[in-house]
T-cell receptor, first 117, second 112 residues
């Protein structure tokens, strides 16, 4: 149980284009989803926390107009990288939690490797 | 501020025991997690401690001392497949949510 999928697993795009990454909880309802990015040999950096039906809460330094997050249902959240640049190339990972306060565990998706050329 | 410290790299021998330490200074505490991450993959959950003491789960054990802001992950009977990065994370309150503050990870190399 507690499987989280991400699509696509990898994507290459040209500078200036937008890329959408999907995160789905397959066998549970995810009240809260988290989006992280990770640069090589570095730890996870939380970008934003999203609750179903409400606006995402972005971490300091993360541009909300550049990284658009939509959590439209209890099983799907999307991250759109708008006007991507080479410095946005990274490993993007989502995680999902069944509850906001009662559940302690985050279940991670397999990640999406974005390369902007 | 929020700060989590763990060693950058460790090396151990197959069949041995290794202890990976983690110290934290955070505003609030709602549990400490250990995750394993193989290169190019997402983290996988290993353990969760919210009360002081030792939690044992097979070859892996995790210890927590809240008064000292200290935890360790103990790996016994090391196997080659245990070569990975081990991430320590502390859960803190953030408004209506709880989020994880992550350490930089400890890269463990298991040698034959």
């Amino acid at each position: 149980g507690a499987v989280v999928s991400q699509h696509p697993s990898w994507v290459i795009c040209k500078s200036g284009t937008s890329v959408k990454i999907e995160c789905r909880s397959l066998d549970f309802q995810a009240t809260t989803m988290f989006w992280y990015r990770q640069f090589p040999k570095q730890s996870l950096m939380l970008m934003a926390t999203s609750n179903e039906g409400s606006k995402a809460t972005y971490e300091q330094g993360v541009e909300k107009d550049k990284f658009l997050i939509n959590h439209a249902s209890l099983t799907l959240s999307t991250l759109t990288v708008t006007s991507a640049h080479p410095e946005d190339s990274s490993f993007y990972i989502c995680s999902a939690s069944p509850g906001t306060r009662s559940s302690y565990e985050q279940y991670f998706g397999p990640g999406t490797r974005l390369t902007v050329t | 501020g929020q700060n989590i410290d763990q060693p950058t790299e460790m090396t151990a021998t197959e069949g041995a025991i290794v202890q990976i330490n983690c110290t934290y200074q955070t505003s609030g505490f709602n549990g400490l997690f250990w995750y394993q991450q193989h290169a190019g993959e997402a983290p996988t959950f290993l353990s969760y401690n919210v009360l002081d003491g030792l939690e044992e789960k097979g070859r892996f054990s995790s210890f927590l001392s809240r008064s000292k802001g200290y935890s360790y992950l103990l790996l016994k009977e090391l196997q080659m497949k245990d070569s990975a990065s081990y991430l320590c994370a502390v859960r803190v309150d953030a408004g209506n949510n709880r989020k994880l503050i992550w350490g930089l990870g400890t890269s463990l190399a298991v040698n034959p």
